[in-house]
């Protein structure tokens, strides 16, 4: 069993940053993929980014590409959504979720056993 806490959402004006955390509880963690997906307001819940569990593959969504960077910490449990040059389009809240595989396929596409409850990022223009 898995548990996910997301943190270090807000609000931030175009072109700041911010750095989401996952935190996530069980001894497991780091066989696990993982990754990031939001759902803005009115629209279905889309896939952000996600990371493999060992030697760390990377996938981006390519809206993001190039201003987010996904990484993991597997001593600290945690993964990280480091999010820069920020546009009021990133306006969501954020979920993070994790999958023991095989791969990050499951992660990819939305259908991993783990999900955090999410955390509200609010860009301004």
């Known amino acids: 069993q898995v548990q996910l806490v997301e943190s270090g959402g807000g609000l931030v004006q175009a072109g700041g940053s911010l750095r989401l955390s996952c935190a996530a509880s069980?001894?497991?963690?780091?066989?696990?993929?993982m990754g990031w997906f939001r759902q803005a307001p009115g629209k279905e819940r889309e896939f952000v980014a996600a990371?493999?569990?060992?030697?760390?593959?990377?996938y981006y969504a390519d809206f993001v590409k190039g201003r987010f960077t996904i990484s993991r910490d597997n001593a600290k449990t945690t993964m990280y959504l480091q999010m820069n040059s920020l546009k009021p389009e990133d306006t969501a809240v954020y979920y993070c979720t994790a999958d023991p595989g095989p791969g990050t396929i499951r992660v990819r596409t939305g259908v991993a056993d783990y999900w955090g409850q999410g955390t509200q990022v609010t860009v301004s223009s």
């Open positions: 990371i493999g569990w060992s030697n760390p593959i990377t």
């Open positions: 069980g001894r497991t963690f780091n066989t696990y993929a």
